[in-house]
């Protein structure tokens, strides 16, 4: 019993120690929740009182923020989008500050597209004063725009804030686009882009933008 109530111990600390090394909001909460509640069991069964009451209030903050993190992800009260020019010094800022991350999960992406290239639109997803995610598509013409960009922050990429520039927004029709593609679609991204509205069309991911 005593050898079991250690490994619960170790376990618990285990986690609380990891979950401060994540970057990635939800898998924070997660971690830092599982953990926590460990270290209330441990601490209570040995009866260390002020450490379990410590853990048990950190896990009760722990299943607030979890409810609060999954009822806000697809509340357009919570995310905005932001229209900003192709070159707007803001933008630019963003991709600069996050090159590393967006080349690894987009290596195709150029931020500054090459002169006589066709016209970009950019969207910056915003949450209160943080920006959260970019999408940059380029008019390819016919009412279609091909996106160039879909990245979300590290810190909320277990959401999907894409969906808010697809679907709730309106920022593609008022843009005149009447489709949007993903021609080249990194791998593992086709379950996000079935949930954001897309379907696969001829070798493409097709989404065909909400009339007013």
């Not at 270290?39 to 209030?57: C, D, E, S």
């Amino acid at each position: 019993m005593t050898a079991l109530l250690e490994t619960i111990g170790w376990v618990g600390s285990i986690l609380v120690v990891l979950s401060l090394m994540q970057a990635r909001v939800l898998r924070f909460r997660w971690m830092n929740f599982a953990g926590a509640l460990l270290a209330t069991a441990y601490n209570a069964a040995i009866g260390i009182w002020p450490f379990a009451v410590m853990n048990g209030a950190i896990t009760i903050i722990d299943v607030y923020w979890l409810w609060r993190l999954h009822r806000e992800a697809h509340d357009s009260a919570v995310y905005a989008v932001v229209e900003v020019a192709s070159d707007d010094a803001y933008l630019q800022h963003v991709l600069h500050v996050h090159a590393a991350d967006i080349a690894h999960v987009q290596p195709d992406f150029v931020a500054e597209a090459p002169v006589g290239s066709p016209s970009r639109s950019a969207f910056l997803v915003v949450r209160g004063d943080e920006t959260v995610g970019a999408v940059i598509a380029r008019d390819a013409g016919g009412g279609e725009a091909v996106v160039e960009l879909d990245w979300v922050s590290p810190r909320f990429r277990d959401f999907t804030p894409g969906e808010f520039v697809y679907s709730d927004s309106g920022v593609f029709r008022r843009a005149g686009f009447t489709r949007v593609v993903v021609e080249s679609p990194p791998d593992g991204a086709q379950e996000y882009l079935r949930r954001v509205g897309f379907v696969p069309d001829a070798g493409r991911w097709v989404h065909e933008v909400p009339a007013a």
